[in-house]
């Protein structure tokens, strides 16, 4: 049977209980969060039962949530009663299993989540940072209170049982072709250019996959390729109360290949962008974790076509440069040192798992 997570309010009234912790957004929709809460009344009183899936931006950690000043900034919330006058959702195989388990005085809810919702994603702390981690995070929560949402309201913490989900993305099944890059320059002191095209052999990459980019250079040019340089770059798109977009290399790689005036260069040559040589980044977007398991760099976020400019939170992208180091001869060689580079956009996804 598969794994059910559970949790237990403070006053042992609420018992939530969900089948899954991870919920997949297939891009045209995202799967239903299917949940059972059981009840003990005996100390409800004249306070009602209600559910909430919150997707929120958290900025801080909780222990500085004083004075009043909230560190969570709610994307979306959606709330449902179930007890009393429960509105009753179409029972799911998930919530037979549920309410099989839980037993008596449970009451199933469910919740769809928006598709213009972001993933689940954390920025990675600073060696020195401690509590949360900052990102955006998705949360049910089951509580007692008089109203559905009255901030004058105080909810006792235990009153409240609440668990974290994900919301996350599989690479598609089809993989489309892979990108490609030319570019011809001329140089100071040089009739002829040099000519630099890169290309991979498809869009899409797993994490932690060898990933070859065939690099062809014509150099008719005076002058020498001294190395060349592959970095990938992450780009971090935070969208809430105004957009900040800032990037970060994942990773740099020096190639010490040399291609002499009038010589020509065809190979391919490997990078594996990894999370264990960026752990001191502080700020690199890592896909969401649950607790303190392992996670990864953050995956490509993949977006519905003209929803771009509706969605909030955090987005993804990555580009790969490809850089050529060309130095001339002679006493000016130094001085006229310049460079050729083109980029190539990446997608970074995990596989979809096997059902």
């Given at each position: 049977?598969?794994?059910?997570?559970?949790?237990?309010?403070?006053?042992?009234?609420?018992?939530?209980?969900?089948?899954?912790?991870?919920?997949?957004?297939?891009?045209?929709?995202?799967?239903?969060?299917?949940?059972?809460?059981?009840?003990?009344?005996?100390?409800?009183?004249?306070?009602?039962?209600?559910?909430?899936?919150?997707?929120?931006?958290?900025?801080?950690?909780?222990?500085?949530?004083?004075?009043?000043?909230?560190?969570?900034?709610?994307?979306?919330?959606?709330?449902?009663?179930?007890?009393?006058?429960?509105?009753?959702?179409?029972?799911?195989?998930?919530?037979?299993?549920?309410?099989?388990?839980?037993?008596?005085n449970a009451h199933p809810f469910s919740f769809e989540i928006p598709n213009n919702l972001p993933c689940s994603?954390?920025?990675?702390?600073?060696?020195?940072?401690?509590?949360?981690?900052?990102?955006?995070?998705?949360?049910?929560?089951?509580?007692?209170?008089?109203?559905?949402?009255?901030?004058?309201?105080?909810?006792?913490?235990?009153d409240t049982a609440r668990l974290v989900i994900r919301k996350i993305q599989y690479a598609p099944s089809q993989?489309?072709?892979?990108?490609?890059?030319?570019?011809?320059?001329?140089?100071?002191?040089?009739?002829?250019?040099?000519?630099?095209?890169?290309?991979?052999?498809?869009?899409?990459?797993?994490?932690?996959?060898?990933?070859?980019?065939?690099?062809?250079?014509?150099?008719?040019?005076?002058?020498?390729?001294?190395?060349?340089?592959?970095?990938?770059?992450?780009?971090?798109?935070?969208?809430?109360?105004?957009?900040?977009?800032?990037?970060?290399?994942?990773?740099?790689?020096?190639?010490?290949?040399?291609?002499?005036?009038?010589?020509s260069y065809d190979n391919t040559l490997t990078i594996k962008p990894l999370l264990a040589e960026n752990k001191?980044?502080?700020?690199?977007?890592?896909?969401?974790?649950?607790?303190?398991?392992?996670?990864?760099?953050?995956?490509?976020?993949?977006?519905?076509?003209?929803?771009?400019?509706?969605?909030?939170?955090?987005?993804?992208?990555?580009?790969?440069?490809?850089?050529?180091?060309?130095?001339?001869?002679?006493?000016?060689?130094?001085?006229?040192?310049?460079?050729?580079?083109?980029?190539?956009?990446?997608?970074?996804?995990?596989?979809?798992?096997?059902?």
């Open positions: 049977m598969a794994k059910i997570f559970k949790k237990t309010s403070g006053n042992g009234g609420l018992t939530l209980y969900l089948g899954k912790r991870d919920y997949v957004d297939h891009v045209s929709s995202v799967d239903k969060v299917d949940g059972v809460v059981k009840l003990d009344p005996a100390e409800f009183g004249d306070r009602k039962v209600f559910v909430q899936l919150a997707c929120a931006f958290r900025y801080g950690s909780d222990d500085l949530d004083v004075m009043g000043l909230c560190f969570r900034k709610d994307i979306w919330i959606h709330y449902v009663q179930i007890y009393p006058d429960a509105e009753k959702p179409a029972l799911t195989a998930m919530h037979e299993t549920l309410l099989k388990k839980a037993g008596d994603v954390s920025l990675q702390p600073g060696p020195d940072d401690k509590g949360k981690a900052c990102g955006v995070d998705f949360e049910v929560k089951t509580y007692l209170a008089k109203e559905k949402c009255n901030p004058d309201e105080k909810i006792e913490k235990k993989v489309g072709a892979g990108p490609k890059a030319e570019l011809c320059k001329s140089f100071m002191m040089s009739d002829k250019p040099v000519h630099l095209e890169a290309s991979m052999d498809k869009d899409l990459y797993f994490h932690g996959e060898d990933i070859p980019i065939k690099i062809k250079i014509k150099n008719e040019s005076n002058k020498t390729v001294k190395k060349i340089k592959i970095s990938v770059d992450q780009t971090t798109d935070i969208v809430l109360y105004s957009a900040d977009k800032y990037t970060k290399a994942v990773l740099t790689q020096e190639f010490g290949e040399t291609v002499d005036p009038n010589g001191e980044k502080r700020g690199l977007s890592l896909d969401g974790r649950l607790k303190d398991e392992d996670t990864n760099l953050a995956s490509t976020t993949m977006l519905r076509q003209g929803v771009e400019k509706d969605v909030l939170g955090i987005l993804v992208s990555y580009k790969i440069k490809i850089n050529l180091m060309v130095a001339g001869g002679g006493l000016l060689g130094g001085l006229t040192a310049s460079d050729v580079t083109v980029e190539l956009p990446l997608m970074l996804m995990h596989p979809k798992p096997e059902e």
